[in-house]
């Protein structure tokens, strides 16, 4: 009995707890770049003189390129 009484003295005179909203949770949010938006913005924030940047850059006009349709016109027969 001298247990419950001691338990019931601590809970009495700890303070209580306030119960806190919880915030939903939010997806977060992502942006698609396709390769001619993300030269640009390579090219709007990245060092010209940057050689790493001047590789990315040529891989993705590399992918651009390959991503254009080839014309049928162009072969001369």
């Known amino acids: 009995m001298t247990q419950k009484v001691f338990d019931y003295a601590l809970t009495s005179c700890m303070p209580k707890k306030r119960k806190v909203r919880r915030k939903f949770y939010t997806l977060p949010s992502f942006r698609k770049l ?11 924030k990245g060092d010209p003189g940057d050689p790493e ?24 027969a």
């Open 34 to 44: 396709d390769a001619e938006g993300a030269k640009a913005a390579l090219e709007a």
């Open 53 to 76: 940047v001047q590789k990315m850059i040529a891989t993705i006009e590399q992918l651009i390129e390959n991503k254009k349709p080839k014309s049928t016109l162009d072969k001369s």
